[in-house]
C-alpha cells in the first residue's frame, strides 16, 4: 500500500487530497468497481484507489473500460463508473460514452485533465474533454476545485439516473486532484437535477384507456424504456388484460417471454414477416418506452399506414420527434401503466387474435438450418439448449446479432445486452467481462462475428486476469458479414473490402492471452466439447466456422418500407 494513501476513511475535518476526496464520494454511492486505465493526467486518482474498497479492472483499452462499465450497469440498471486519462486516454473513452447515451445507460465516465494553468496551452496529452462529450452526454463537468467534488459526485450519479438514464462525464485536472482541503461533509439537495416529468393526470390515463377501448385492432409496441422503469410485470398484467398482443424493439426483448401468447417478437428491419404484417392491420400502436426508431419503422411515412399513434415516454423530446401521435403522455412509463392497472376490466379480442394467428401460420419467421450447428440459427439454438434460462446473452454489431435476436429465446428483461442505437463493433467482449462483474454466479455468452471480435479482442487479457464466466461464441465466416450481405443485395454483389485475407486463429490468440479456446471445426466430437465448454466454470472463446453465404432474412432494405421485406427464398 502506499504511504501516502489514507488508512480509513476520511474524518470531519481532516486534510485530504481532491482525490482522495474523490474516491471516497464514490465509496458513498455504493461503487464497487471502476474500470479503466492509469495515465499521468489521472495518477492522483490511482494512488487514492490503493486504500479503497472498490475494486479496480485493468481495462487494456479505455474503449474497453467503458464497456466494461456499461455491462455492469446493463445487467443491475445501476450507474457504474469508468476511468480514463486525459488527451488519448479520453479520446479512446469517447465511443463508448456515445453508445451509453444512444441507449440511454447510466454510464459516469471520469477523466483526468491537465493542470488547469496549462488547460488551452496544448499541453501534452491536454484535449478539451469538456468539448467532445458534450454531445454525446447527458450533462458533463470541467470540475474547478476539490470544493466541487463534493456536489459534483452526487449530482453526476443523480443525472444519470434520473428520468431517461444516460452518461455523464466529469473532467478532473490534475491539480485539483492533488488540492488539499479540509474535509467537511455536505447534505446535497440533488433535487433540482432530477428530469422534469409531468405529474399523471387521472384524466390522461382515462383517455388513453377510452382510445385503447374503442380500437379493434390494437397492438403495443415496447421498448428499452418498460426495462429501464422496472415496469415488465405492470405492462404484463396491462397486455394481459386489455387483450393487446406486442411487439417489441431490438431494445425491448426479453420484456415478454418469446414464449408469451401475447409477444409478436421484434418488428423491423429483421422482424418476424407476421410481425410487419400485422402492423400493416392494426388500427392502433400504444407507444411504451420507445423511440421510433428508423430501423424499427423503416420508412416512417408508410409506417402503420391504418393506425393512429399513442405515445408514453419519460423524454418529452421523444414525443411527436418521429411519429405523430394523436395523444401522448409524458411521464415515467412504469407509473402510467401502475396508474391505468388500477382501473382496468378484462376485455377480449378474439376476432384480431384469430387474424393474428392466421398471419403467424402463412408469414412464419424461417430460422432455416436450426439442426445444423454450423449454421448460425443452428448454433444459437444449440448453445441456448446447453444453458439454462439464467444465463445472460450480449452480442457484437452484424450479422450475429441479428440471428440471436430473431432466434434465442429469451426469458427476463435485461437478459439480452446489446449495442442498439450506436451499433458499436468490439462492444461484446467488454460488455460481457462487466455483466459477469455485476453477477459473477451467472453464465455470460458473448455472440459475435470474426470482425467485430477483432475490435476489442485484447480485453481477452482482462477476462483472464478476471476468470470470469465469459463463453465467447464467434460465428465465423471471415468476413465483415453484414457488409457483405448489403453489398450483395444493394450493390449488384460489388464485394469491396469485406473478405479478411489473413484469417486469425481465434482458439491460439485466446490461449495465448490465457483464456482456454477451441475451433468446433477441428475437434472430433462437436457437441461434446462444445457441452464442456459451456458448462465448465471460467472462460472460453468457440469459434464455430459458418459460410460466408449466409444471411440474415427477412430484411427491410435501409429506407425501405417494413411491407416490403426482402425474404431468402428471392436471391
Known sequence: ?????????????????????????????????????????????????????????????????????????????????????????????????????????????????????????????????FGLMLPITKHNWL??????????????????????????????????????????????????????????????????????????????MIGGGIIYSDACDDLKVFAETLDIPAVQTFMGLGVLSNEHPLS????????????????????????????????????????????????????????????SSMYSIHADV?????????????????????????????HPLRLDGDDDLFRPYGAIKTIASMVDDSANITTDVGQHQMW???????????????????????????????MALAQPDITTLCFSGDGSFMMNIQELATLAEENLNVKVIILNNNHLGLVRQQQTLFYKKNLSAVKFQQGVDFAMAAKSMGVNGMNLGQVDNPHKQLTKALREPGPWVIDIPISETEMVFPMVAPGGSNRDMIHGEEQ
Open 404 to 434: 440471436v435476436a430473431q432466434a434465442y429465446p429469451f426469458t427476463r428483461p435485461r437478459q439480452w445486452i446489446s449495442s442498439g442505437g450506436l451499433g458499436t463493433m468490439g462492444f461484446g467482449l467488454p460488455t460481457a467481462i462487466g
Open 143 to 220: 470540475v474547478r476545485s476539490a470544493e466541487e467534488l463534493l456536489e459534483v459526485i452526487p449530482h453526476a450519479f443523480e443525472v444519470a439516473l434520473s428520468g431517461r438514464p444516460g452518461p455523464v462525464s466529469i473532467d478532473i485536472p490534475k491539480d485539483v486532484q492533488n488540492e488539499l482541503i479540509n474535509f467537511r461533509p455536505k447534505s446535497i439537495d440533488s433535487t433540482d437535477v432530477k428530469a422534469p416529468c409531468s405529474a399523471l393526470d387521472e384524466n390522461d390515463i382515462r383517455e388513453m384507456l377510452a382510445i385503447i377501448k374503442n380500437a379493434h385492432k390494437p397492438i403495443l
Open 264 to 323: 409478436l417478437g421484434m418488428l423491423g428491419m429483421h422482424g418476424a414477416p407476421f410481425t410487419n404484417l400485422v402492423l400493416e392491420e392494426c388500427d392502433l400502436v400504444v407507444g411504451l418506452g420507445v423511440r421510433f426508431d428508423d430501423r424499427a419503422t423503416g420508412k416512417v411515412s408508410d409506417f402503420c399506414p391504418r393506425a393512429k399513434f399513442v405515445h408514453v415516454d419519460i423524454d418529452r423530446s421523444e414525443i411527436d420527434k418521429v411519429i
Open 334 to 362: 412504469g407509473d402510467v401503466l401502475r396508474a391505468a392497472n388500477n382501473s382496468l376490466q378484462h376485455v377480449t379480442r378474439p376476432l384480431w387474435r384469430q387474424r393474428i394467428e392466421k398471419l403467424k401460420e402463412s
Open 1 to 129: 500500500m502506499n504511504d501516502s494513501a489514507i488508512d480509513q476513511k476520511p474524518q470531519t475535518n481532516s486534510i485530504i487530497s481532491g482525490a482522495q476526496l474523490l474516491i471516497h464520494l464514490l465509496e458513498e454511492q455504493g461503487v464497487t468497481h471502476v474500470a479503466g486505465i492509469p495515465g499521468g493526467a489521472n495518477l492522483p486518482m490511482y494512488d487514492a484507489l490503493t486504500s479503497s474498497s472498490i475494486k479496480h479492472v485493468l481495462a487494456r483499452h479505455e474503449q474497453g473500460a467503458g464497456f466494461i462499465a456499461q455491462g455492469m450497469a446493463r445487467v443491475s440498471g445501476e450507474a457504474h463508473v469508468c476511468f480514463a486519462s486525459s488527451g488519448p486516454g479520453a479520446t479512446n473513452l469517447v465511443t463508448a460514452v456515445a453508445d451509453a447515451k444512444m441507449d440511454s445507460i447510466p454510464l459516469i465516465a471520469i477523466t483526468g485533465q491537465v493542470s488547469q494553468t496549462m488547460i488551452g496551452t496544448d499541453a501534452f496529452q491536454e484535449i478539451d474533454t
